[in-house]
């Protein structure tokens, strides 16, 4: 093959491979994709699961309101830290705020590092009492802590935070609590209910009066309950060295559940010796969540955060 064949033979066979990449491209022919000089890791996987296999104890039947759960939001990979939160919404045990005190609550959690585990508890709205709600949010933080090595959380940084009614199951989880049944054939009820620290949100503290959410102590203890439940479940009465370290947060002209709740809890706390921090705002009307827009309101997750990582549970 001479020169001049030679240089048609070549600008031949550069068109033809040039019109043949056109072609495949526009039939939809797969591309080799670009190396990713970034390895992606999968996201952390939200899961529902119910906190007994069968029926929960007391179960007074089968539908969603008698089957209590635990929504599990993984922290991110990068940034997980092993600690976990159990959140408890409020409701004035008749419902449940399970948006703003639940979910965006976990949400927040994850930016920390840490898991939340969102508490679908029974309510007395359908016919549930003390013990059962203690029994939900207890068996949560043991589910937490035996589920520990799967979920990467370490089982002696397990805490709760609650806001109202749901800051009352919190402070009862963090004032009634055991350390378990080592024999038990469960392996999950081996584990203590103990958490490892609170934050109580405008929480409902007292079942006693003049201080008490009335509607909070009907559904959870009946109309005319024994004073000797309300002296029970009054949990500003309950406080013992041993309760762990708690975070209060409540507006002191909250009219629906008076800040007195939060006072009485803390002074409880001093009087113990149990490390504690309280946050008062002078305007903070019941349920402002994580403070939404309010300009003050919205600075007492930074403050939870920095308390937080003081007890080694959220990253700095």
Not at 21 to 43: E, K, M, W
Not at 126 to 134: D, Q, S
Not at 165 to 173: E, F, I, V, Y
Not at 205 to 223: A, C, E, Q, V
Request: with cysteine; glycine share 10%; proline share 9%.
């Amino acid at each position: 093959m001479n020169t001049n064949s030679w240089l048609r033979y070549a600008v031949l066979t550069a068109i033809t491979a040039a019109y043949l990449t056109s072609l495949s491209r526009a039939v939809g022919a797969p591309a080799i994709p670009a190396p990713n000089p970034t390895p992606t890791t999968a996201a952390p996987v939200r899961q529902t699961i119910r906190l007994w296999p069968g029926d929960a104890p007391g179960a007074k039947g089968a539908t969603d309101n008698d089957i209590p759960t635990l929504t599990v939001f993984p922290a991110p990979d990068g940034n997980a830290n092993g600690a976990a939160i159990v959140v408890c919404p409020g409701g004035g045990y008749g419902g449940l705020a399970m948006s703003y005190e639940g979910v965006d609550v976990a949400k927040w959690l994850n930016t920390l590092g840490i898991t939340g585990a969102v508490l679908k508890y029974r309510l007395g709205s359908h016919g549930y009492r003390h013990p059962i709600e203690l029994g939900d949010v207890q068996r949560a933080i043991r589910t937490v802590r035996s589920n520990g090595k799967a979920w990467g959380v370490d089982p002696k940084r397990v805490g709760v935070l609650g806001f109202s009614a749901g800051g009352h199951l919190a402070s009862t989880a963090a004032t009634h609590f055991d350390a378990g049944n080592a024999n038990d054939k469960d392996p999950i009820e081996r584990q203590s209910s103990r958490p490892d620290l609170a934050i109580l949100v405008y929480p409902v503290i007292t079942m006693s009066d003049p201080y008490t959410h009335g509607g909070s102590r009907d559904n959870l203890l009946g109309k005319h309950p024994d004073p000797k439940l309300i002296e029970l479940l009054s949990n500003e009465k309950q406080v013992t060295p041993d309760t762990p370290p708690c975070f209060l947060v409540h507006g002191m002209d909250d009219k629906t559940v008076p800040v007195q709740n939060s006072i009485d809890f803390a002074l409880a706390c001093r009087k113990h010796n149990v490390p504690c921090e309280l946050h008062l705002f002078e305007h903070g009307p019941h349920g402002f969540g994580l403070g939404g827009q309010d300009p003050e309101l919205k600075t007492w997750p930074a403050d939870a955060a920095r308390w937080l990582a003081k007890h080694d549970f959220a990253t700095n």
